[in-house]
């Protein structure tokens, strides 16, 4: 009996040692510059939406951190008159929330809530709620779940570019070019 309180004692003790000068998990609101981008590489993308598991060769894309910032702010960007405001927080757990809604005039609202939970280095899984209203394209009203799974696969392969999607379908395109041929929110 004694060994075994001694033995607690021990792991308690080793426990909060082995705690000592780490930071506490914290939480609360993060501006847009303190979320984590994924690593720069080649990640595979794959979706599930309104409860379907994520399954498919999925989407493939080579990034960087000018791609990764890309992609978060391109809409708002682009679209004439497209107002998404979003709130980053960081969670207990280390994941990150994210709140968006977008107004986009006559084709609705949008509002998705978003939870990303990985390392940013190897994968993460992001879960995502929406829900949209006033589309005139009807089938689009209404709430949805996507959960995206994405995976590191390495560098970008030769003669790959920044910016480089290849569908599942095999079909390669690059983001970077299609946001510069985009007419700006100004035009």
């Known amino acids: 009996?004694?060994?075994?309180?001694?033995?607690?004692?021990?792991?308690?003790a080793l426990s909060a040692l082995a705690a000592c000068g780490k930071p506490a998990p914290t939480s609360g609101p993060l501006a847009a510059s303190e979320v984590p981008h994924r690593k720069a590489g080649l990640w595979r993308e794959v979706k599930g939406v309104d409860g379907a598991a994520p399954a498919g060769p999925g989407t493939q894309l080579c990034v960087d951190?000018?791609?990764s910032k890309a992609r978060m702010?391109?809409?708002?960007?682009?679209?004439?008159?497209?107002r998404c405001p979003s709130q980053y927080t960081r969670n207990l757990d280390g994941s990150i929330g994210v709140s968006t809604?977008?107004?986009t005039g006559k084709y609705g609202?949008?509002?998705?809530?978003?939870?990303?939970?990985g390392d940013f280095n190897s994968s993460f899984t992001a879960t995502t709620d929406t829900q949209m209203s006033g589309s005139p394209v009807a089938g689009l009203?209404?709430?949805?779940?996507?959960?995206?799974i994405a995976?590191?696969?390495?560098?970008?392969?030769?003669?790959?570019?920044v910016g480089d999607i290849i569908l599942p379908d095999g079909t390669k395109r690059n983001?970077?070019?299609?946001?510069?041929?985009?007419?700006?929110?100004?035009?």
């Open 151 to 161: 995976t590191w696969l390495g560098p970008c392969a030769p003669g790959q570019r």
């Open 109 to 117: 609202k949008v509002v998705t809530t978003s939870v990303i939970k």
């Open 73 to 82: 702010s391109a809409l708002a960007q682009r679209m004439p008159g497209l």
């Open 101 to 103: 809604i977008c107004d």
């Open 65 to 67: 951190d000018v791609v």
């Open 141 to 148: 009203n209404g709430d949805h779940k996507t959960t995206t």
């Open 1 to 12: 009996m004694r060994v075994s309180v001694l033995a607690a004692f021990m792991v308690v």
């Open 175 to 187: 983001i970077l070019d299609a946001l510069a041929a985009a007419p700006s929110a100004g035009n």
